[in-house]
T-cell receptor, first 113, second 110 residues
Framework: DVKVTQSSRYLVKRTGEKVFLECVQDMDHENMFWYRQDPGLGLRLIYFSYDVKMKEKGDIPEGYSVSREKKERFSLILESASTNQTSMYLC????????????FGPGTRLTVT | KQEVTQIPAALSVPEGENLVLNCSFTDSAIYNLQWFRQDPGKGLTSLLLIQSSQREQTSGRLNASLDKSSGRSTLYIAASQPGDSATYLCAVMGSYIPTFGRGTSLIVHP
């Protein structure tokens, strides 16, 4: 079974802190994604990556950056956390052109105070 | 730009009922469509994936159909149980970037 893991289930950070969220997948998937999910707004794509060291902005990249140094790992970075970044963060991966089926991690509930 | 709509937004039914959840999309040029389940505070769990060349997929009490030409998919849940209570989301892949619906929140009461 494909497994996508996220570094933390719950995280509490202070305003202005630099925050790292890590995601690891174990099935050699090319594509990896970071979403945030907020009540009433649904899932919104922050960044995605289709290969090592490659990244593309999604719908809401402002205030975030990403890093993909290894194929299995995709990190989301909040350069200076703000209270409006309090949210559920979801990582997903999918294989290449054969299938675009998405596999999600358990999510990280981030609270910025 | 692809838009995905799920109707109804919320549903509350007694145990044992057969259910139909709807997902509609505006652009029929898709590779596949995926149905997910999400429990409160958790990630998304994949239920069914329908390739664009397929008409339906089945897994246990779940059956998903796809009609590309009309831009519709349905998720049929047979003999619903309280454990089916969750939010159900559909995602449409026109490329490797999916477009998600807002979901249908389902409550099955005993």
């Amino acid at each position: 079974d494909v497994k996508v893991t996220q570094s933390s289930r719950y995280l509490v950070k202070r305003t202005g802190e630099k925050v790292f969220l890590e995601c690891v997948q174990d099935m050699d998937h090319e594509n990896m994604f970071w979403y945030r999910q907020d009540p009433g707004l649904g899932l919104r794509l922050i960044y995605f990556s289709y290969d090592v060291k490659m990244k593309e902005k999604g719908d809401i990249p402002e205030g975030y950056s990403v890093s993909r140094e290894k194929k299995e790992r995709f990190s989301l970075i909040l350069e200076s956390a703000s209270t409006n970044q309090t949210s559920m963060y979801l990582c997903a991966s999918s294989p290449g052109q054969v299938s675009y089926e998405q596999y999600f991690g358990p999510g990280t509930r981030l609270t910025v105070t | 730009k692809q838009e995905v709509t799920q109707i109804p937004a919320a549903l509350s039914v007694p145990e044992g009922e057969n259910l139909v959840l709807n997902c509609s999309f505006t652009d029929s040029a898709i590779y596949n469509l995926q149905w997910f389940r999400q429990d409160p505070g958790k990630g998304l769990t994949s239920l069914l994936l329908i390739q664009s060349s397929q008409r339906e997929q089945t897994s246990g009490r779940l059956n998903a159909s796809l009609d590309k030409s009309s831009g519709r998919s349905t998720l049929y849940i047979a003999a619903s149980q309280p454990g089916d209570s969750a939010t159900y989301l559909c995602a449409v892949m026109g490329s490797y970037i999916p477009t998600f619906g807002r979901g249908t929140s389902l409550i099955v009461h005993p």
